[in-house]
T-cell receptor, first 112, second 114 residues
Framework: QQQVKQSPQSLIVQKGGISIINCAYENTAFDYFPWYQQFPGKGPALLIAIRPDVSEKKEGRFTISFNKSAKQFSLHIMDSQPGDSATYFC???????????FGTGTRLTVIP | NAGVMQNPRHLVRRRGQEARLRCSPMKGHSHVYWYRQLPEEGLKFMVY????????ESGMPKERFSAEFPKEGPSILRIQQVVRGDSAAYFCASSPLDRAYGYTFGSGTRLTVV
């Protein structure tokens, strides 16, 4: 079964707008939540990650919001740019684990 | 300082043939992880290896798939007697740690079975 559920499947945003991608999980043992960005023909690249001891983490235009009680986390891309057009994956893992559980991905298109 | 190198980038095999996918980790990384990405799906863990050891193969299909990471040379993911359902992108990641954080992914091998 899908350990991490991601939505929406695709997203179209105007340049300068805010892109929001949501993920939910069931396993309360998960304590590491990264987001990956993947361009066509390339491997996923780590964008930003959060642990459940904080509710928000910001790096430049990218922010992760984390709601431990709801078991949800989201990626916000502020001032979205055409260069942000890519597929975004959320993922989760637990302490001591050596593998990540990935969401199914969101294909973001930013229109100029 | 090269990243994770995977080759070939694209591989076409006929049903029943063997596919060999290679992965050279980043310099200084001794932990290698293989993931498979099916069309319109996220990446799914297959196997985790250290030099000469398979540490976790819980995501590997029970038949036809094998992996190795020899003392010298790249890690190899081997798929015997390929079937159409094996068509996917196969990604390798390396890490300096035996943990899920710190991954660096390669650009993947896109396997097409015809």
């Amino acid at each position: 079964q899908q350990q991490v559920k991601q939505s929406p499947q695709s997203l179209i945003v105007q340049k300068g707008g805010i892109s929001i991608i949501n993920c939910a999980y069931e396993n309360t043992a998960f304590d590491y939540f990264p987001w990956y960005q993947q361009f066509p023909g390339k491997g996923p690249a780590l964008l930003i990650a959060i642990r459940p001891d904080v509710s928000e983490k910001k790096e430049g235009r990218f922010t992760i919001s984390f709601n431990k009680s709801a078991k949800q986390f989201s990626l916000h891309i502020m001032d979205s740019q055409p260069g942000d057009s890519a597929t975004y994956f959320c993922a989760a893992s637990e302490t001591g684990a050596n593998n990540l559980f990935f969401g199914t991905g969101t294909r973001l298109t930013v229109i100029p | 300082n090269a990243g994770v190198m995977q080759n070939p980038r694209h591989l076409v095999r006929r049903r029943g043939q063997e596919a060999r996918l290679r992965c050279s980790p980043m310099k200084g990384h001794s932990h290698v992880y293989w993931y498979r990405q099916l069309p319109e799906e996220g990446l799914k863990f297959m196997v985790y290896l250290q030099k000469e050891n398979i540490i976790d193969e819980s995501g590997m299909p029970k038949e036809r798939f094998s992996a190795e990471f020899p003392k010298e040379g790249p890690s190899i993911l081997r798929i015997q007697q390929v079937v159409r359902g094996d068509s996917a992108a196969y990604f390798c990641a390396s890490s300096p740690l035996d943990r899920a954080y710190g991954y660096t992914f390669g650009s993947g091998t896109r396997l097409t079975v015809v």
